[in-house]
């Protein structure tokens, strides 16, 4: 999507042809800085250090770190070993794990001075299928909201999100905010209610940039807000990402999620998630039950980044010294407060037989 | 309650028997600062600016501004332009009304020189009566906390809160933590989920900083996890406070509170306001409807003070520059999800006859 009128992609090849571009999301909202990545350790240290995050970003950038080690040595040990490298990085991200598989698929059966082209050519591809996914989850989303959006005559169709799942995350396009591009560049008035997403306040800090960045209307509200914004008629739909998605249909993402699906149920306003059917975990049924739920580092919630005044960021503490904090990254919200889900192949009642019907290979 | 293992009130008078000591609340939870106030300016100041904020101990710290300012003028005169300055630091706070009231009316009467032993005597009753309210709140609320822990064996019950309705909006005590306190006090294990409380922040910096003090066991979190921490069985019971109740009631308290009431409604959890009488509007009935929802600055969204490394009390901002925000102050939480409303009289059921059966004569 467009950053100061430009399009722009989160991962990119350099003029070079060979060298890596990345945006480096620890600087959003306050900077917009492109890192230049020259070898596989600086790959597996810019998905380490959280530069690029999103699972399908850390896939894409994964496969051209690869692609960067195979260049210095193209052998089996070191391709094995650079894979192994870049794994570690985020162990429990299942876009790179696949990512991984599949570059080493296309490349051992090679010839040590085919893989270095191969690599690059793969890498691509994977980057283009991840744009393409996500512009049609939009266009799926794009009907919905279209016929929405009739209703309001020339009113804007307000959307509420929860934290990013926009094209910061992804190559291009984004999941849950791939349909709003897509109706605002067709010309849709549309207006976005973006939950700051506390902890890590991914919501101020990349969404609000995002849709800054390519035009789009919006009004950045707490986490707090949303069901007094749905019990007023503020909020006609929602839409957020998945994290993980169960063969019933329930819903993991970002903490919080949950409280706005009932929110929405509570005032009646459709209530979707958006997500490419590597999303779906076919093999577990109760969300609630059997996903485990990360806790991450409790001084994310004591403590907060931020732009100081003379244009330093800065880390400070919101909380006694020494409180206590908890930290779940992720909620689950029940297939039956779901009114549906928008994936590349359509949208699918939030049911076991819905997604069947949508994905009878999987 | 305890501060530094000392007991501590929010305001009280200096050992000099005139001037009034109160706790410079901007500065927590990092710092513990006594303000003291010699004139009617500084106490109006201290309201405005909320070193003193909480709807019973503005309306106190009034009461002793009015004593103040009889002590440099007892005129009619100056009564009454005294009172007029004070009411309009914070216009729609309904106790400062109430308070300015019942000491106008106290000391109009009088000659001016009997004027300052008698405010001082009243702005001290007004001060007992809201520590009295708040402990018989907080025995009412024991005896349920009581029965519920009884089935915890000897495990902690675990009691989430939202905002801050603990002492320091109070004179002691507080509404939804009097409770929390006295089973504390009394030896019961209990352990209280803080919730942040985005955009101002008041549960990490004034809940955790009382609980911490008075050494009650609680760890904070953001305001997106306890939909999760509800599904997994990790709240016992919630306890709130109230900004305004309607007759049938609908509980009026600080922005998010209706989704925890949601959250907990979904998973079974009791949910409970604490609140004394004086919140009760009886003229109004459906608080959605009725209740206009005040809006603070969109700053507050996209800024946020905290304390430097080096000890600074900074503001960072944590959005783009530029960013529209939209900060709702309060949200309706309609009686429909309430367990019951803790008041100084006794625990009602959550409607009109509830309610009027507590107080049967307003």
Redesign the interface.
Known sequence: MKVNGQPCRTIRLHADGWSVEIIDQRQL??QFAVLRLETVEEAAEAIRNMSVRGAPLIGAAAAYGLCLGLRQDPSDKALRLNAETLLKTRPTAVNLRWAMNEMSKTLLPLAPEQRTAAAYRRAAEICEADVETNRQIGEHGLKLIEKMALKKKSKPLHILTHCNAGWLACVDWGTALSPVYLAHDAGIPIHV?VD????R?QG??LT??EL?NHGVP????????????M??GMVDLCIVGADRVTAQGDVCN???T???A??AH?NGVPFYAAFPASTIDWKIADG?KEIP?EQRDPRE?????????DNTL???????????????G???TPARLISGLITEASIAPASADGLRGLFPQS
């Open positions: 909202p306050h209610w700051e997403t506390r902890p306040n101020a800090s609000a940039w800054k919006h009004t950045l509200i707490a986490d707090n807000a949303g069901g007094h914004l019990q007023h970002k903490i919080g949950y409280l706005k009932l929110a509570d609630i739920i919630v004591t403590h907060l980044r931020g732009l100081t005044p800065i880390e400070v503490a919101v909380a006694p010294e020494g409180t206590a904090a908890a930290n779940y992720f909620d689950v």
